[in-house]
């Protein structure tokens, strides 16, 4: 993606904006760290004092890396400032902030901007934890900063602890907090699992594989696989997957993509997806039927994609368009279960 095209793509996030705009203003340190770095409006100008960015999410790290940042996953040294706009779990929100303070150097700026309906206030009242909060209102959102004068070690580990990834024994699974059902089974893909026909196959790709529910649920069944492909956006959630089908016999590739914008393994006897209906807070049907086309151009003549999607979303004709025919499996409790196979 070149430059003039991640311009196009900066969204309109006033949190994002009010961060990026007043740490512009305040901090002239060029070591400072973003934290869920979003692409919008300001960052193109703070961008020369950002040191380093942490993002979870490909689409957005693509749009970053357009605009010349830096993106790492692991964090190491210390820095004068840190920005953190939260996610929308509490709880992964918290283990952010508790990397960003430990990562502050001493009488370093923690920064955090939050909107106030995604609840600015309760944030001001946990950062008090920390010390002493300047507030700014601007936007129908909230800035808050708090200066590093203590380690809070043992605040910083429950903050921490909260966000780590957990066994659950109701999924038999891992997982984390922010994670798409994070802790139960979605009723989507729950009802996609009782519909995967049994056949064993060469190659199968879980497409959107979240923390790999569909595609540890298919082997614990004991349907066969001989190279499976794990596809997200979210490496966090790759990274559970991987971890969740690990025991299985099976060659397993994680791939870390934008299904959107990305090219995808191709060749596949068998994909799976249960495929996102929004990116961010954006509700968008027309994120699925561009995933599911292009699963269908992933998969060999004569493979099959099942897919499972809420009863209302307009799917049938994107699939019948990529993959030449389409059938409604069942649906049941607001969910359809389609299967497309590629004759074409
Ligand atoms: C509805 S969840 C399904 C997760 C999992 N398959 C399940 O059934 O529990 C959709 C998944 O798509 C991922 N996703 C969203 N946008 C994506 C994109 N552009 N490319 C690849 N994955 C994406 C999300 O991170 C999320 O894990």
């Not at 309906?117 to 001001?124: E, M």
């Not at 900063?145 to 070690?153: A, C, D, I, T, Y």
Request: charge should be positive; hydrophobic fraction near 45%.
């Amino acid at each position: 993606m070149n430059q003039g095209a991640a311009e196009r793509l900066l969204r309109i996030c006033p949190e994002a904006s009010l961060l990026y705009r007043v740490i512009g203003q305040e901090e002239s340190a060029a070591s400072g760290w973003l934290l869920n770095a979003m692409p919008a409006p300001g960052l193109t100008e703070l961008a020369p004092r950002v040191e380093c960015c942490w993002q979870p999410m490909r689409y957005h790290v693509l749009r970053l890396e357009a605009l010349g940042l830096k993106v790492a996953d692991a964090t190491v040294g210390t820095y004068a400032w840190a920005g953190v706009l939260p996610m929308k779990s509490k709880r992964a929100t918290l283990g952010m902030l508790a990397r960003a303070w430990s990562c502050l150097a001493e009488g370093g700026r923690l920064w955090f901007a939050a909107a106030n309906r995604h609840g600015a206030r309760s944030w001001q009242h946990i950062l008090g934890q920390l010390g002493q909060v300047r507030v700014m209102s601007k936007s129908k959102c909230r800035l808050f900063r708090v200066v590093k004068h203590l380690r809070h070690q043992e605040l910083l580990s429950s903050w921490n602890q909260q966000a780590e990834p957990e066994y659950l024994e109701e999924t038999g699974l891992w997982s984390e907090p922010g994670l798409f059902s994070w802790d139960r089974l979605d009723p989507g893909t729950r009802l996609l699992l009782e519909h995967v026909p049994d056949a064993s196959v060469d190659s199968c790709m879980d497409l959107c594989c979240g923390y790999g529910a569909l595609a540890a649920g298919m082997l614990a069944r004991g349907i066969s696989v001989g190279h499976l492909t794990l596809v997200d956006a979210d490496i966090r959630a790759l990274r559970m997957a991987e971890r969740n089908v690990r025991g299985f016999d099976v060659a397993i590739r994680a791939c870390w993509l934008d299904a959107v914008r990305e090219e995808l393994p191709g060749r596949m006897e068998l994909i799976v997806c249960n495929p996102p209906f929004h990116e961010d807070q954006h509700r968008d049907s027309g994120l699925g039927q561009s995933i599911l086309a292009r699963a269908c151009n992933s998969l060999r003549n004569g493979g099959q994609l099942w897919a499972v999607a809420n009863r209302q979303l307009p799917y049938e004709q994107a699939l019948h368009d990529a993959a030449g025919a389409v059938r409604v499996v069942v649906q049941q409790k607001g969910f359809k279960v389609l299967m497309a196979r590629k004759v074409r």
